[in-house]
């Protein structure tokens, strides 16, 4: 079985452009995360999705974030425009449960570098 | 509201030494509590996990961890280090009143000294 795929792994931008990460999830789970991971730090919930609909984005900084999950299946999470203090890990997880007991499946992270 | 608190942001040890990293955490209701795992430049593994059943949770690679209510702990321990434990080592707790979110702790180094 495939794990959570992300893509890209490693991408480096100039202050004030766009960009997407985009997260694949295990088949079959309808929770999907995005997480912030900024160096050695824990990761911070940036956005939680069951299926299509966003049902905890209160961490995420909406003037310049913005994330979507068409279909219930797959996720781009966007910035735009990029700022230097956004370069972090952006980590995505699935779960296959709603309970708050299930395990978080981890994708490798996307790391982004603002210069 | 949930939080956790890793007490130790780097631990070190020697080679087949006993391992132990300290979490507490606060929690309104029943929580759930993890370990995750964290290598350089790879995305964050289950070790083990607590979910109101036996207090000891053994996981994988000889990990065990014991939840203490009366102490709000989860320690992780392991009684003999290998090199391959070094890593990056994340408390998780998570509630099922506060939906699904789980929040982790700021995480301890481990080095393991040859």
């Known amino acids: 079985e495939a794990g959570v795929v992300q893509s890209p792994r490693y991408k480096i931008i100039e202050k004030k452009q766009p960009v997407a990460f985009w997260c694949n999830p295990i088949?079959?789970?309808?929770?999907l995360y995005w997480y912030l991971q900024n160096l050695g730090q824990g990761p911070e919930l940036l956005i939680r999705?069951?299926?299509?609909?966003?049902?905890?984005d209160s961490q995420l900084p909406k003037d310049r974030f913005s994330a979507e999950r068409l279909k219930g299946v797959d996720s781009t999470l966007k910035i735009q425009p990029a700022e230097l203090g956004d370069s972090a890990v952006y980590l995505c997880?699935?779960?296959?449960?709603?309970?708050?007991?299930?395990?978080?499946?981890f994708g490798e992270g996307s790391r982004l570098t603002v210069l | 509201a949930q939080s956790v608190t890793q007490l130790d942001s780097h631990v070190s040890v020697s080679e087949g030494t006993p391992v132990l990293l300290r979490c507490n955490y606060s929690?309104?209701?029943?929580?759930?509590l993890f370990w995750y795992v964290q290598h350089p430049n790879k995305g964050l593994q289950l070790l083990l996990k607590?979910?109101?059943?036996?207090?000891l949770v053994k996981g994988i690679n000889g990990f065990e961890a014991e939840f203490k209510k009366s102490e709000t702990s989860f320690h992780l321990t392991k009684p003999s280090a290998h090199m391959s434990d070094a890593a990056e080592y994340f408390c998780?707790?998570?509630?099922?009143?506060?939906?699904?979110?789980?929040?982790f702790g700021p995480g301890t180094r481990l080095s393991v000294l040859p």
């Open positions: 929690s309104s209701y029943s929580p759930s």
């Open positions: 999705y069951e299926n299509e609909e966003a049902v905890d």
């Open positions: 607590y979910t109101s059943a036996a207090t």
């Open positions: 088949s079959g789970h309808n929770t």
């Open positions: 997880a699935s779960s296959p449960t709603r309970g708050g007991s299930g395990e978080l499946f």
């Open positions: 998780v707790v998570s509630e099922a009143n506060y939906g699904q979110n789980f929040v």
